[in-house]
């Protein structure tokens, strides 16, 4: 079974500072992982994935992720936090070799990080 | 990227009555997905809408509670039967690029908050 685990539920970072939001997961196969945010009364929104290759990913908002295979882990990263990158950001996996209800199509979200960026 | 949107955005129900949210997508999806997220906690898949067949639904979930239509490839609804205050929740609409690949993005809608009293 696939699973994804945020071990910090709320992360506190200073304005300008760096910020990173933390992501493990378990999986059979290769996995396809996800980050999305959501801000207060919206829906999810994409920030960016992984899927093969290069293992820096660069996503929306100036965020990025590095994928480590030998720690299982996706954590999102961005250089610089603003205020507005205050919001509940979610991981998600989706392990393409395993066969559920939904084909391989099953995507497996993370109890969020609430991240609040202080001024 | 897709498109989505939920009507209505929130409702207050009373018990025992149903609720049917709607969602709409601006562009031709394969696959669509109904998620619930109760109150400070992740997203909870419900089941697939599958065009032309019946909904496919994760364990703990059933047809009876949460019927689920999908006439077309842009829109699907997800009715909340028999409501009971623990179904109090934001549930959100979810759709999958045209091209059906496993790698595709899954794009969200913004959510339709459901307080039942």
């Known amino acids: 079974a696939q699973s994804v685990a945020q071990p910090e539920d709320q992360v506190n970072v200073a304005e300008g500072n760096p910020l990173t939001v933390k992501c493990t997961y378990s999986v059979s196969g290769n996995p396809y992982l996800f980050w999305y945010v959501q801000y207060p009364n919206r829906g999810l929104q994409f920030l960016l994935k992984?899927?093969?290759?290069?293992?820096l990913v660069k996503g929306s908002y100036g965020f990025e992720a590095e994928f480590n295979k030998s720690q299982t882990s996706f954590h999102l990263k961005k250089p610089s936090a603003l205020v507005s990158d205050s919001a509940l950001y979610f991981c998600?996996?989706?392990?393409?070799?395993?066969?559920?209800?939904?084909?391989?199509?099953?995507?497996?979200f993370g109890t969020g990080t609430r991240l609040t960026i202080i001024p | 990227s897709a498109v989505i949107s939920q009507k209505p955005s929130r409702d207050i129900c009373q018990r025992g009555t149903s609720l049917t949210i709607q969602c709409q997508v601006d562009s031709q999806v394969t696959m669509m997905f109904w998620y619930r997220q109760q109150p400070g906690q992740s997203l909870t898949l419900i089941a697939t809408a599958n065009q032309g067949s019946e909904a496919t639904y994760e364990s703990g979930f059933v047809i009876d509670k949460f019927p689920i239509s999908r006439p077309n490839l842009t829109f699907s609804t997800l009715t909340v039967s028999n409501m009971s205050p623990e179904d109090s929740s934001i549930y959100l609409c979810s759709a999958k690029q045209r091209t059906g690949a496993s790698t595709d993005t899954q794009y969200f809608g913004p959510g339709t908050r459901l307080t039942v009293l």
């Open positions: 998600a996996v989706r392990d393409p070799t395993t066969i559920s209800n939904f084909g391989n199509e099953k995507l497996t």
């Open positions: 992984y899927i093969t290759g290069d293992n």
